[in-house]
Each structure stands twice: as C-alpha cells, then as structure tokens.
Nanobody, 123 residues
C-alpha cells in the first residue's frame, strides 16, 4: 500500500490544521490507520488511531483537541487538529496496520508508512 500524507504547514498557537492521508493499493476499509509524530531529537510517538470498525483511540496529550476520522469511499484518513500548541510541532506520519491484533499505540505494529508532513506551531 502507498500512503500520501498532506496538510501540514505553519500555524499560530491556538489555530487548527487538518491532515489527510490518502491510501492506494489495497482495500482500505479493512485496515486500521494511525497517526504518529516525531519532533526533532525525539522518538516517534503515537497520536491517534482508528480501526476498520471506526473505533478511535488517542494519546492523552491530544484528547479533546484532535479528532481522527476516515472516509472509506475516498480511501483517506484525516486528523483534525484544533487548539494547537507549540509542543505539537513535529513531522506527522500516517500508517496502516494490517492486523486486528496488537496494540494500536505501538509503531512496531504498523506495516506501511507515509512520507510525513511537517506541522509547525508558532507561539
């Protein structure tokens, strides 16, 4: 599968962005999707995930601010980010998880990755 992330950019603190990740190459609706982020000098960390059922999970630090959603007809997963903070600055990656088993929180459970899109939040 190929994943193409887009929607990153520069935004002021308190602002919003919507990231998109378009998938191609297989039946998108069957697989779980996740968003991760990596700030300079830090490990890649879990942000949010959504299963084929629509069940979503979030990292504590984005709960109430970010929303993950998917459009199976468009083979796209979204990450709506509101109330952005400077500490949200990172490269954001989308990823696909083939197996229903395993933790949605672990990057090692994901099989395919997009190229990343940079989000910069200014104070």
């Amino acid at each position: 599968v190929q994943l193409q992330a887009s929607g990153g950019g520069l935004v002021q603190a308190g602002g919003s962005l919507r990231l998109s990740c378009a998938a191609s190459g297989r039946t998108f609706s069957r697989y779980g999707m996740g968003w991760f982020r990596q700030a300079p000098g830090k490990e890649r960390e879990f942000v949010a995930a959504i299963r084929s059922s629509g069940l979503s999970t979030y990292a504590e630090f984005v709960k109430g601010r970010f929303t993950i959603s998917r459009d199976n007809a468009e083979n796209t997963v979204y990450l709506q980010m509101n109330s952005l903070k400077p500490e949200d600055t990172a490269v954001y990656y989308c990823a696909e998880k083939e197996s229903y088993r395993g933790s949605d929180y672990s990057r090692y459970e994901y099989d395919s990755w997009g190229q990343g899109t940079l989000v910069t939040v200014s104070s």
